[in-house]
């Protein structure tokens, strides 16, 4: 059984505190990961207000008890205090994952404008957005990032055809249930997209999944013996409150036989033309607000150009 943790850093406080909880635990357990960090401001803040007016925010709240989750300078930031950085804010400690063998790559720049206004920034915003997340990554690590992975799941032609021209190795913008190449309309696009494929302990955790016990098991019965798993978490779920489900996971999916790899490794070993292409369609998930991209319909092979019969 092939594991994949993709680990999503969104805020200052996930970086500064989660980040460095998760890494000790997986270094304890000798488990890899790979880290997508947002680069730019953390306007959470703004990300939160917004989930105020949402009328499904009170029963999210009690459920994942967002306040005490996020904790109230998170809250703050971007709305009542100025953004604080996220990814500049911390170098070094960005630096020490990928020297402990931890894949680092770009989770966007400013997170709440991607995931809250994606379809109205049009393409310069969309790739002014990449430029200054891989420039900070640059000036973070020396060197350019391989990989993106969108924030909240959210993606468009728009962002692919920008991502596209970066010549990345590799994607994870979706939910999916294998990698496939992306197709949007009547473009397709070359990246390869390794999809995130479980859903998120915070769609899932809730009444009927209250305790460690029962989360793990609900993980236990959905990873597949023969098919790749990638599970997200986030730097300010898993490497905060729910540090100690997700170290009780981690050991019973070891138990179980798994092989933690980085989505590095599986983009490395993949055969890019034989992928499939599959349209990237928009849908919702119990538990998440809003829509995230997802693995649609294969797309029926594309025939070959016709060609015109010499002397015609
Ligand atoms: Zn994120």
Redesign the pocket.
């Given at each position: 059984m092939e594991v994949a943790l993709k680990v999503?850093v969104?805020t200052h406080q996930g970086l500064g505190e989660g980040v460095p909880r998760l890494a000790r635990a997986l270094t304890e357990a000798g488990v890899t990961a790979t880290f997508f960090v947002?680069m730019g401001p953390d306007n959470s803040g703004r990300a939160i207000v917004r989930v105020l007016r949402n009328p499904g925010f009170l029963k999210k709240m009690r459920r994942t008890r967002a306040v005490a989750m996020y904790g109230l300078r998170t809250i703050l930031s971007g709305t009542l205090l100025p953004a604080r950085a996220i990814a500049l804010a911390f170098p070094d400690l960005i630096r020490a994952l990928a020297r402990s063998g931890f894949e680092v790559g770009v989770?966007g720049y400013d997170?709440v404008l991607w995931q809250d206004r994606l379809d109205e920034i049009g393409t310069d915003r969309i790739r002014g957005e990449l430029d200054e997340a891989f420039e900070a990554f640059r000036a973070v690590m020396g060197e350019r990032s391989r990989c993106f992975a969108a924030?909240?799941w959210r993606t468009s032609a728009a962002a692919l055809a920008t991502l596209d021209a970066l010549g990345l190795d590799y994607r994870s913008d979706t939910r999916g249930t294998a990698p496939y190449r992306c197709a949007i309309g009547g473009a397709t696009f070359a990246t390869p997209e390794i999809p995130t494929t479980l859903p998120t302990m915070d769609e899932v955790m809730g009444p009927e999944l209250a305790d460690r016990h029962a989360i793990v098991r609900f993980y236990l019965e959905r990873v597949s013996a023969t098919a790749l798993n990638v599970h997200t978490i986030h730097a300010e779920t898993e490497g905060m409150g729910q540090l100690e489900t997700f170290v009780a996971l981690v050991h019973a999916l070891k138990d179980r036989g798994a092989r933690f790899v980085r989505l590095g490794d599986i983009a490395a070993a993949l055969d890019r033309a034989a992928l499939p292409v599959c349209e990237v369609v928009r849908a919702t998930l119990p538990g998440r607000a809003g829509w995230i991209s997802a693995q649609g319909p294969l797309r029926a092979a594309t025939p070959p150009p016709a060609t015109t019969p010499a002397g015609l």
């Open positions: 999503d969104d947002a989770h997170h924030p909240g």
